[in-house]
């Protein structure tokens, strides 16, 4: 049988929940943020769990990001996400997260995840660039437009085609 484990990111700390769980998974970069949010410190109330995911994993999941166009993610959000997927592997995990782009590469990954306060995202996105003068669709990670010249490039979900 697989046992359940949790791993979550610094909203687990900060935002007011119902959740009853005592025992997490964090990571290094998360505690790090936590830290300096001394005000809202919760960390008492937790048997916190903290491990570094090793650097595949990482870069594993910088490919995904970038396959995906979630190219947003902190070094906290990465690590978060790398240990989500190592954990993965030898236990049943949920990833408690109130962020959209670690929730969208988290349905990627086939990691289960919940929202700690906001609704979580019921469909994955893929993002895309495009140009905000010409409205052409850019290459991912464009920061100009290839048509038009100008630096006024956004981001929008990509339509399934
Ligand atoms: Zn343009």
Not at 24 to 49: N, W
Not at 58 to 64: C, L, P, Q, T, W
Request: aromatic share 8%; glycine share 4%.
């Amino acid at each position: 049988m697989c046992s359940q484990i949790y791993v979550v990111d610094s909203a687990f700390f900060i935002e007011e929940h119902r959740e009853k769980i005592r025992t997490v998974y964090t990571s290094p970069k998360v505690m790090e943020e936590i830290r300096s949010l001394k005000a809202k410190l919760r960390l008492e109330l937790f048997d916190i769990q903290v491990y570094m995911p090793s650097k595949s994993s990482i870069s594993f999941i910088e490919k995904a990001s970038k396959e995906l166009g979630e190219l947003k993610l902190s070094k906290a959000d990465l690590e978060i996400l790398a240990l989500a997927h190592e954990l993965n592997s030898k236990y049943n995990v949920i990833l408690l997260s109130d962020d959209y782009s670690i929730q969208n590469l988290a349905r990627y990954l086939g990691i289960k995840f919940r929202s700690v306060s906001k609704k979580a995202i019921s469909k994955m996105i893929t993002w895309e660039n495009f140009c905000l003068v010409c409205g052409k669709k850019l290459p991912l990670g464009s920061t100009s437009c290839i048509y038009c010249g100008s630096n006024d490039v956004g981001r929008r979900p990509r339509k399934r085609s």
